[in-house]
């Protein structure tokens, strides 16, 4: 939310990947002639006139279809369109208007999102082509020739699309909070949790499962700081997710997960760690985010000595992957202990963001060396020849050695340790990439 988002849409074969492609300045999206190549959204970051935003690519429209997979690329399109700030209707200038494309810009006039209309294949050069006036039949304003292969006109669409963005400075002012998504299963609490923090009924609540269906946005500020909570949808096993509003929901959950800094993932107190709790937590870790293991309802649990330790160490053996997550027990109905939250967003939302220099990752990396030398194999040992940070949220690294083969996943383990020894890194997950000589960058 804090930064624009444009969806790019259109009935299938029209050129949006590859418009997509040359906008965003990556070979990113598959580019085929053939139509539904492009299934699910895929999202990469664009800069133009000093503004930063994301864009989207979709799957084809079909406005009638019957086949399930057109159905899923059209609930992928139509989320696109629900969370985009602008949307570019792409359509094909050597096909004139069609009657599929009359169907998609009544479907985006419908929902009163700013349009700027792309007229692709447009790709002779001179005097523009007046087959793109016939294209004002749609109702969506001028459109603007565009040629996804030579790049004729992207700037002239880029330009309209920045005319429909928000203000800088409020993108700023929502861009320096924290994104928090409150993940988990059906009816752990998520919706209650939200209201407990947010001291007011917000959100709706109830026993039964699937209440919430959209990821839900809240800004938030205390003493603490600025916070965007992101309510969403319980996460279901596949085999449970049948109706498709749900499945939408699922894939908003999903999309929240993403754009958060930090995640809250929700577990309950009274039935532990399940098999769908891990694959949630899993969602997380596997994205990178800096995460909290959040046990909830637990004024419901019967307690006595030690309960809260047997609890702890039960969930950190079931979540062993996410060792690095720190656990917190909470009640959202009565408040207990959700006070404290906030402290551990900020910390493991500080420590997701550290920077280290390479110099001290390299003291770091001589004196792992030093305790426990690197392993060898028929004679080759392991040459490693420094480390350096590359990124963050998680932190990066990458190490050069000789050899990646001897590079043995025991010892990549091993120097993970010694860095969270040292500098912490708790709460978020870390990326350990291994380069050989020879290796192009």
């Not at 392993?375 to 350096?388: N, V, W």
Request: aromatic share 6%.
């Amino acid at each position: 939310m804090s930064r624009p988002l444009v969806a790019i849409v259109g009935r299938p074969n029209v050129g949006k990947s590859m418009l997509f492609n040359r906008l965003v300045g990556q070979r990113l999206s598959i580019v085929e002639d053939t139509p539904g190549v492009t299934r699910d959204r895929l999202y990469a970051p664009c800069e133009w006139c000093g503004r930063t935003f994301d864009m989207v690519d979709t799957g084809g429209i079909e406005p009638t279809t019957d086949s399930e997979i057109l159905l899923f690329m059209r609930e992928q399109a139509q989320i696109a369109i629900d969370t985009a700030t602008v949307v570019v209707l792409v359509t094909d200038i050597r096909t004139g208007v069609t009657a599929a494309d009359k169907d998609v810009a009544n479907m985006l006039l419908r929902a009163r999102k700013p349009v700027v209309l792309a007229v692709n294949k447009a790709d002779s050069t001179g005097a523009e082509d007046p087959a793109v006036y016939e294209f004002y039949e749609l109702g969506l304003g001028d459109p603007i020739a565009v040629s996804a292969i030579h790049g004729h006109g992207t700037g002239d669409l880029l330009d309209a699309c920045v005319k429909h963005f928000p203000p800088a400075e409020e993108d700023d002012a929502e861009g320096d909070c924290i994104k928090v998504a409150v993940i988990g299963k059906p009816n752990v609490g998520k919706s209650s949790l939200i209201n407990r923090i947010l001291g007011e009924k917000r959100l709706i609540v109830s026993d039964m499962a699937g209440t919430t269906r959209d990821a839900v946005d809240t800004l938030f500020e205390n003493e603490h700081g600025r916070y965007m909570f992101i309510d969403t949808a319980g996460i279901r096993r596949k085999s449970k997710v049948e109706e498709r509003v749900e499945k939408f929901s699922v894939m908003r959950a999903q999309l929240a997960i993403e754009r958060a800094d930090v995640c809250l993932i929700l577990i309950d107190a009274r039935d532990g760690v399940t098999e769908q709790d891990t694959k949630i937590a899993g969602l997380a870790h596997e994205a990178g985010k800096a995460s909290i293991l959040v046990v909830n309802k637990w004024d419901l649990v019967e307690k006595e000595t030690g309960t809260m330790e047997k609890m702890r160490k039960d969930v950190m053996r079931d979540l062993s992957f996410m060792s690095y997550a720190p656990v917190l027990f909470i009640s959202a109905l009565t408040g207990q202990r959700t006070d404290r939250l906030f402290e551990l967003i900020n910390f493991v939302n500080d420590q997701s963001s550290m920077r280290i220099s390479t110099g001290m990752l390299n003291n770091v990396l001589a004196d792992a060396q030093a305790r426990v030398q690197p392993p060898t194999d028929k004679g080759r040992r392991l040459k490693i020849y420094y480390m350096t940070q590359t990124g963050i949220k998680p932190p990066c690294f990458v190490i050069f050695c000789n050899s990646r083969e001897l590079f043995h996943f025991s010892y990549q383990r091993y120097l993970e340790n010694q860095i969270r020894s040292v500098f912490g890194l708790e709460g978020t997950p870390v990326r350990i990439v291994i380069r050989q000589k020879g290796d192009k960058e």
